[in-house]
């Protein structure tokens, strides 16, 4: 037997994991199963923007050659544009990368920035490609904790502690995933100057920046902290319905230059892989010009809006649940108060419901969450579907109580 590689011993991907296999295992034997494990809104019915299937058909001839190794240009001019009117400064189209979405882009960045042994302070919860990418490129993920009881924000003194002289970067999501909490102007500030403090660099992952309901507003990292090294990640994924494709990026802003032999590492990786997938990137110009199909979505009445308002009902409903209603994306990440139900850890409960009730879910661990017993819910199909989803968990709860 060949071994695997010893940088895999700690990656994990939970939304693709254990508990995927055995639904399509399920599914394979003709059971049935409601995937809520994975943010993929094309396959609950949203529909393609004409927006983008208008550029991709109007411009397809383009995307024969290899493009830009950084991108298309008119892509990056249209991305540039789209950060600097989100408050970001002293950038331009040649500090953006474009990549096979915000995964490729992420560990691009990582490889050239984490070396054996740094540190990178990632929230917990945490979305696993951040985390994964750490362990791949031999760095050390430190978590600093985000509080339920302060509606998910970040733990100010818990970050601040766990800054060592191997610290390199913290990483914000916001909003968030997977608990799809927004943070507010104030807390971004907080966490810019802790950076600042000890020389930190600060990585803003904010690809559910247009997905935002209630009449919040999300406001840029980069924007807020103009004098510190920032990098940016973006993409048209969730926003525009078009996972499939992998379109995302990355902007630098970096005032002082400090990021250039980074930004020169990016180049050198990304010349590796000889362009991003430039079908993709015909349609970013048109896709961020066109906020109206995103916003539809976010507003009473809008699908994302009205999915969110039929699971929370069916939560509300469950006595031994609770949960921090979420202020953007489609994500939810509920508890269960473990001294009320017979089960053994959040990944016991999840694969219970799925061969009880053929529901799909991810339980906290999977985000790098060890607290109590969390899950997280996709909340993309429609509110009739999530509304039986929630009242199966209901029963199922009821029969799994002490």
């Not at 920032?230 to 525009?240: A, E, M």
């Not at 050198?268 to 430039?278: D, I, K, P, S, V």
Request: aromatic content about 8%; charged content about 25%.
């Amino acid at each position: 037997m060949i071994a695997c590689s010893d940088r895999l011993r700690y990656v994990h991907s939970d939304i693709r994991g254990p508990l995927y296999q055995e639904a399509l295992r399920m599914e394979a034997e003709g059971t049935p199963v409601l995937k809520l494990n994975t943010g993929n809104p094309a396959r609950f019915g949203f529909a393609l923007p004409a927006s983008v299937r208008g550029a991709l058909i109007a411009h397809v001839d383009e995307a024969v050659p290899y493009c830009d190794v950084k991108g298309m240009k008119a892509a990056r001019e249209e991305i540039c544009a789209y950060h600097i009117e989100k408050g970001l400064q002293g950038v331009s189209p040649d500090d953006v990368f474009i990549g096979n979405g915000v995964s490729e882009v992420a560990s691009m960045l990582m490889e050239a920035l984490i070396g054996t042994g740094d540190e990178i302070l990632l929230p917990s919860p945490c979305y696993s490609l951040w985390s994964n990418n750490a362990y791949l490129c031999e760095g050390v993920p430190v978590f600093y904790r985000c509080d339920p009881a302060n509606h998910w924000n970040p733990d100010l003194e818990d970050m601040e502690r766990k800054i060592t002289p191997k610290t390199k970067a913290i990483l914000v999501i916001n909003p968030n995933n997977p608990t799809g909490v927004l943070y507010g102007r104030d807390t971004l500030l907080a966490i810019a100057e802790l950076a600042r403090k000890h020389g930190l660099v600060l990585l803003a992952d904010e690809i559910y920046d247009r997905l935002v309901m209630d009449d919040l507003v999300h406001e840029s990292l980069a924007a807020l902290a103009p004098d510190l090294p920032c990098i940016t990640f973006n993409g048209l994924s969730k926003s525009h319905i078009i996972c499939g494709f992998r379109c995302g990026w990355m902007i630098f802003s970096d005032p002082n230059g400090e990021l250039q032999a980074v930004k020169d590492g990016v180049m050198r990786l990304a010349a590796m892989r000889l362009c991003g997938n430039a079908l993709t990137q015909l349609v970013i110009p048109a896709a961020l010009k066109d906020s109206a199909s995103t916003r539809a979505m976010m507003v009473p009445g809008g699908r994302l809006y009205e999915q969110r308002e039929a699971t929370i009902r069916g939560l509300d409903a469950i006595d031994g649940a609770s949960y921090e209603k979420n202020d953007a994306a489609f994500y939810l990440f509920p508890a269960l108060d473990a001294n009320r139900f017979r089960f053994e850890s959040a990944g016991d409960f999840c694969m219970k419901f799925l061969h009880e009730c053929q529901v799909l879910m991810i339980p906290g661990t999977g985000f790098d969450w060890q607290e109590d017993l969390r899950f997280r819910i996709v909340m993309l199909p429609e509110p009739a579907q999530l509304k039986e989803a929630m009242e199966k968990l209901g029963e199922f709860l009821q029969h799994h109580r002490w």
